[in-house]
């Protein structure tokens, strides 16, 4: 196996990243996403283990309405960011199973901290109609104020819950 | 169907999209929480890069007529759930050490966190869903429509993308410091 090359210069990253998203804009008419894939699948999920319960929930309904939520837009793009994630990784040498996590927890406890986080992003992000994505960078570019108010609520919360969260990281 | 509707479209910014996260260092956990520690600041850089080089394509795309920003879907401003969403993104975000997109990058370079923050995230989404009746009113309050910084600052578009660039190299100048000084 040849060995991880390092990452990229962040801003030269970000440049790239920003030029997608502006293809984005351009071509598609919208900005990036990624908890709206998540979004449409919880309503597939709800739709096919009880129709009525999706069509009665106005969140669920919402995500109906535009056809078939496993072939959404937004799925169908984060499908696309699995592939270049993998494709990136594997062209670098990256690629490699293994648990990122802090030096003083475990492997187990990694896990269950990735997922619990993960379920509180999740409410967060249906309150905020978005995520660090679709609000942050790209309402963020759009200069949307609701985009600004969550993207500095996200970080504000985010330092102020670290030093707590610290034995998960230092 | 238009290109743009596409499932090919979609497939292809998805596909720049992870390509350009992984490449940054942002499928991994580690680089993304050290944001939060002061430690690592590739978020900042990597986010604030690209939302001046997208900010400043729309806007001057826009102004010599390349491009008609009124087809550009702007999200809609709904402050106070979005403001409190944010809040609790931040914890999860602190929490899990990724973020929706950049969990799906974690995954996809073989990371298990990120299969885990991302099955947490479903898990949240759908309960938070069939919640969605007793958050409903909140989730709809402070409706302000498309509403954008000019308009709140009442300072023209051009003016507005110049602060954010001068905030955005000020940013970069603090982090510089602070990655020299840990």
Redesign the interface.
């Known amino acids: 196996m040849k060995t991880a090359q390092p990452y990229a210069n962040p801003y030269v990253a970000g440049v790239c990243l920003g030029l997608v998203l502006l293809g984005a804009f351009v071509v598609a008419g919208q900005g990036l996403g990624a908890s709206g894939a998540f979004a449409n699948v919880a309503t597939g999920l709800v739709d096919a283990a009880s129709p009525r319960t999706a069509e009665r929930n106005d969140y669920f309904a919402s995500y109906l309405s535009g056809g078939a939520p496993w072939t959404a837009w937004m799925v169908v793009e984060i499908v696309g960011v699995i592939a270049g994630g993998a494709l990136s990784a594997f062209l670098a040498g990256r690629m490699r199973v293994e648990i990122a996590r802090g030096p003083g927890i475990g492997d187990r406890s990694r896990l269950a901290y990735a997922a619990g986080g993960g379920a509180i992003m999740g409410f967060g992000a249906v309150l905020a109609r978005g995520c660090t994505s679709g609000q942050a960078l790209s309402g963020g570019a759009l200069l949307s104020v609701g985009s600004w108010a969550f993207m500095l609520a996200a970080f504000a919360a985010g330092f102020i819950a670290a030093p707590l969260a610290r034995k998960l990281w230092r | 169907m238009s290109?743009?509707?596409s499932?090919l479209?979609?497939?292809?910014?998805?596909?720049?999209?992870?390509?350009?996260?992984?490449?940054?260092?942002l499928?991994?956990?580690?680089?993304l929480?050290?944001?939060?520690?002061l430690k690592d600041?590739?978020v900042l850089?990597?986010?604030?890069?690209?939302?001046?080089?997208?900010?400043l394509?729309?806007f001057w795309?826009g102004r010599v007529g390349l491009?008609d920003l009124a087809?550009?879907?702007?999200?809609?401003?709904?402050?106070a759930?979005?403001?409190?969403?944010?809040?609790?993104?931040?914890?999860?975000?602190?929490?899990?050490?990724?973020?929706?997109?950049?969990?799906?990058?974690?995954?996809?370079?073989?990371?298990?966190?990120?299969l885990?923050?991302?099955?947490?995230?479903?898990?949240?989404?759908?309960?938070?869903?069939?919640a969605?009746?007793l958050?409903?009113d909140?989730?709809r309050s402070t409706d302000?429509g498309?509403?954008?910084?000019?308009?709140?600052l009442g300072l023209p578009?051009g003016v507005?993308?110049t602060l954010?660039v001068a905030m955005a190299l000020a940013a970069?100048r603090l982090a510089e410091t602070l990655e020299r000084r840990s």
């Open positions: 290109f743009a509707d499932p479209a979609a497939f292809l910014i998805g596909t720049a999209f992870g390509f350009a996260l992984e490449r940054a260092g499928g991994d956990a580690r680089k929480a050290g944001q939060f520690y600041f590739t850089k990597v986010m604030f890069s690209a939302i001046v080089t997208a900010m394509g729309a795309l491009i087809a550009i879907h702007v999200p809609e401003t709904f402050l759930p979005q403001a409190v969403g944010g809040l609790i993104f931040g914890v999860g975000f602190v929490v899990s050490g990724l973020c929706p997109g950049t969990s799906c990058v974690a995954a996809a370079s073989g990371r298990l966190d990120g885990a923050a991302m099955l947490g995230l479903l898990a949240g989404v759908l309960i938070t869903g069939l969605f009746p958050l409903e909140f989730y302000r498309v509403f954008t910084l000019p308009e709140m578009y507005v993308v954010v970069f």
